[in-house]
């Protein structure tokens, strides 16, 4: 597993072993475990935002797949 993304809108683990990634949105305290090519997909669409530092394109990153983020997040 490898953290993939952690700032003050996100925080993407990705389970290559897997097919897998969680993500969880720090601004809702909601996440998912996303899988095969919908988590193919995010990777993708995080890609294209690494060289970004503008939180807003982050913002809508994770907007668009709100619908998704139902399980509440847990810090231990």
Do not use: W
């Not at 095969?36 to 982050?58: K, P, Q």
């Amino acid at each position: 597993m490898n953290v993939v993304c952690n700032n003050s809108v996100l925080y993407v683990m990705d389970f290559p072993g897997f097919d897998a990634i969680e993500v969880i949105d720090k601004r809702r305290g909601r996440g998912t475990i996303i899988r095969d090519a919908a988590a193919r997909r995010f990777r993708e669409e995080l890609a294209e935002l690494a060289a970004s530092e503008e939180m807003a394109d982050f913002d809508d990153l994770i907007d668009h797949y709100q619908s998704m983020l139902m399980q509440p997040a847990v810090y231990h």
